[in-house]
């Protein structure tokens, strides 16, 4: 739980107990009410998890839980990833700071400042993480992250073992794009990379650990790459001196029996 406020962080990190999966359209009912057994058509829910058989999933979903399942090992590191884009904005007026008897205040007008995407690199078990801001999200960008993994963060481990989504740039293609052939083979050849199922990004713990920084975070306006950076290393400093590990639970057996329906001919 965070209280403090290292950094240039204008009001504090606020801390929350839960968050929800899922959100609704409106959250008041229509005139005369509804029953939850009723048609609801204005509410909906987003599912993470498909509703029938699907071998996919469930082949992919069971590989990333045998790797969280593995028991550490210092030179196989398991390292997850993820990133976000994420919208710079200004104040259209300056707003009022808080006061004894006033809370802060500021306008529902504000400007925008373009767009970024944030970088999250986790490792679970030793509750370690690095967070970067980069104007874009190219192949080039993410190649460049993992050297800096590999090189800087992970030196001495002989595979780095990474969990992350399925996006185009997340592959081996792009270190090829990025780097000569013979330093883009030497980054593969150091990495172990298994893909979480689409529809499955709860199970990226990275996912998890980016929702937790932009509630703590990235609430609120921030309108220049270089300050959401200096936010960034104040929340990444403050989380890995804490070493908030992630304790994750769900196993492959507990996948067979709660969701059994995934698996085809059951």
């Excluded at 790797?67 to 200004?90: H, N, S």
Aim: glycine share 4%.
């Amino acid at each position: 739980m965070l209280t403090a406020t290292p950094g240039g962080r204008c009001g504090c990190w606020r801390s929350t107990s839960h968050w929800s999966r899922t959100s609704p359209t409106w959250t008041t009912p229509p005139s005369g009410g509804s029953e939850k057994t009723e048609l609801r058509p204005h509410l909906k829910k987003c599912w993470t998890i498909p509703p029938r058989a699907n071998a996919e999933f469930a082949a992919r979903m069971e590989d990333v839980l045998a790797v969280y399942a593995r028991p550490f090992d210092p030179a196989r590191p398991v390292v997850c990833m993820d990133e976000k884009p994420y919208q710079l904005l200004d104040h259209a007026r300056a707003p009022l700071p808080a006061r004894p008897g006033r809370d802060a205040r500021e306008g529902n007008e504000y400007i925008r400042c373009g767009t970024c995407s944030v970088f999250v690199w986790v490792e679970p078990v030793r509750g370690w993480r690095r967070i970067q801001a980069l104007p874009r999200r190219t192949r080039t960008d993410w190649a460049g992250q993992v050297r800096q993994l590999l090189s800087v963060d992970y030196p001495d481990a002989d595979t780095v073992v990474l969990v992350m989504d399925n996006l185009n740039t997340h592959n081996i293609t792009s270190l090829y794009e990025a780097f000569e052939p013979q330093e883009a083979f030497a980054l593969a050849q150091r990495l172990e990379i298994h893909h979480t199922p689409r529809h499955g990004s709860w199970l990226n713990i990275a996912e998890i650990e980016l929702s937790a920084l932009t509630r703590q975070c990235l609430d609120r306006r921030i309108s220049d790459l270089d300050t959401l950076n200096t936010e960034l290393s104040a929340w990444q400093s403050a989380t890995n001196t804490g070493q908030r590990q992630v304790n994750w639970q769900f196993t492959t057996h507990d996948a067979r029996i709660k969701l059994r329906h995934l698996y085809p001919g059951n």
